[in-house]
């Protein structure tokens, strides 16, 4: 417990908070070597040696993926009692403490020394559970080599890693999970009319499970037919309707697709009322990719996975099926090695796109954000505006991709920030504390200070954070 709670300053809050959440990942991976230990002390076969096994008596069982050593089956409720947990959570702990330690032997490392959460590396153990243990490595090596990213990017690293180690058994869960496609509508559960929490009175829920492109297809025909229907609506309608009213009502006319036509024809001004309605020709759909892939994978040598913004880790020919009907540009190939500078506040978009496809989304310390879009584009360096600051402001090196709300926080909060160079940011936080931001991740940093207490640089725990220096 810590003393005197009520009475400590900001400073001294954020340095017991450090202290806290250290403490906590000690004692996490101290629960994983209590386990393992348990899984040790019960390895050997039960029961008397030569005697036949009774039916339902304890066994050895493989709780672990390939390369696990077997473990008796009944030995875990005992443990489950002294953690004061199910038995199943036991097994499941158990499991995933075996997989780190015999099968990726290098997250588990970065676990034991405290630079990766313990959950993040169960979830990747249970992720990869069921590649073999000579296709386990694959993953292993990534996530250990990105172990200063936040969690939900360590997540979805290890995510496409699990499908490029084993291409085959992903098509095999993609046929599967194609073949669950289909519309469901819920039913009436009693109490729905009247529950005053989880009631639903007046509405159903309809389950749409569909391939990707037909999904991202239909939420853009629901909001194209959405802005008509908005459109239609006079002044004082329009401020009273809310976005979910108007989506319904495009299901609602889509539900029917000649008034869905006729509809569309009148708003795209139909001259001739008489002739037949048909239904619109679908619109080819814009889309931008930005492919950074192997020759060989191009040319069908070898198999590879391509990450989409917002939608996850895909194979080639998932890419392939989700452009067929869009209208692809092919864009000249972006040096992320350029740098640029112009005298005006705003940052033009070819400057946003390569400081983007540097960092991957937003360079606030520990940020989750792995999109491109809905960023604002910071100048690290202020932009001193009326003829009063330098030339060159804005550019390459003094832009800052931030979300709104780390925006804000930069603004309002008094924390400094400095880009160090292409893809590189130091952060001083206002009580203190310090971090870079690369496309590696977040990592702390110690402060250098002259005699006079300016920073005048900073030392890394860990290996060095490379990024393309000032110049």
């Known amino acids: 417990m810590i003393s005197g709670l009520l009475d400590l300053d900001a400073t001294t809050v954020l340095s017991h908070a450090q202290t806290v959440t250290r403490e906590q990942r000690e004692r996490d991976v101290d629960v994983l070597r209590l386990a393992l230990r348990w899984a040790d002390l019960h390895s050997d076969e039960p029961g008397a040696p030569g005697e036949p096994r009774t039916p339902g008596s304890d066994r050895l069982v493989a709780l672990g993926g390939e390369g696990t050593p077997l473990v008796q089956e009944l030995c875990w409720a005992e443990l489950a009692i002294a953690r004061h947990s199910g038995v199943i959570a036991m097994q499941r702990l158990a499991a995933d403490a075996l997989d780190l330690r015999h099968r990726l032997p290098q997250v588990w490392a970065a676990v034991e020394a405290l630079r990766l959460p313990v959950w993040v590396a169960r979830r990747v153990a249970s992720m990869s559970r069921a590649l073999s243990n000579d296709r ?71 389950t749409l499970k569909l391939p990707v492109g037909a999904a991202i297809d239909f939420d853009a025909a629901v909001g194209e037919v959405a802005d008509a229907l908005h459109a239609q609506l006079s002044a004082e309608e329009q401020l009273t309707i809310t976005r979910g009213e108007l989506e319904t009502k495009a299901v609602e006319l889509l539900t029917n697709p000649h008034a869905a036509a006729a509809f569309l024809d009148a708003v795209h001004g139909a001259d001739d009322q008489d002739e037949p309605v048909t239904p619109p020709k679908p619109t080819q759909r814009p889309a931008t990719l930005y492919v950074h892939v192997s020759d060989l994978v191009l040319g069908g040598l070898a198999d590879g996975v391509a990450r989409a913004e917002g939608l996850g880790p895909m194979l080639l020919e998932q890419v392939t099926e989700l452009l067929q009907h869009r209208n692809v540009a092919l864009q000249p190939v972006i040096d992320l090695r350029e740098i640029e500078a112009v005298n005006g506040y705003e940052h033009p978009s070819r400057i946003k796109h390569r400081t983007l496809l540097r960092m991957l989304g937003d360079a606030f310390p520990h940020s989750t954000n792995l999109g491109y879009r809905r960023l604002d584009h910071d100048h690290a360096t202020p932009y001193r505006s009326g003829g009063d600051g330098p030339p060159g402001q804005t550019g390459d ?67 060095p954070v490379r990024f393309h220096p000032r110049t």
Do not use: F, M
């Not at 160079?421 to 200070?449: D, F, K, M, N, Q």
């Open 136 to 206: 386990v490595g694959i993953v292993d090596r990534a996530v250990a080599a990105s172990v200063a990213q936040a969690p939900a990017r360590i997540i979805s690293i290890a995510e496409a890693k699990v499908i490029e180690a084993d291409v085959e058994a992903h098509r095999a869960r993609l046929a599967e999970d194609a073949a669950r496609c289909g519309v469901r509508l819920s039913r009436a559960r009693p109490g729905d009319a009247t529950d005053p929490i989880d009631g639903e009175p007046a509405t159903r829920r309809v």
């Open 397 to 463: 090196l003094n832009d800052c991709p931030l979300t709104r709300a780390h925006h804000r926080v930069k603004t309002h909060q008094r924390y400094q920030v400095r880009q160090l160079g292409l893809g590189g940011y130091r952060w001083i936080t206002p009580h203190g504390l310090a971090r870079v931001v690369t496309p590696s991740g977040t990592r702390e940093v110690e402060l250098l200070r002259d005699a006079s207490g300016n920073v005048i640089g900073e030392t890394y725990d860990g290996p």
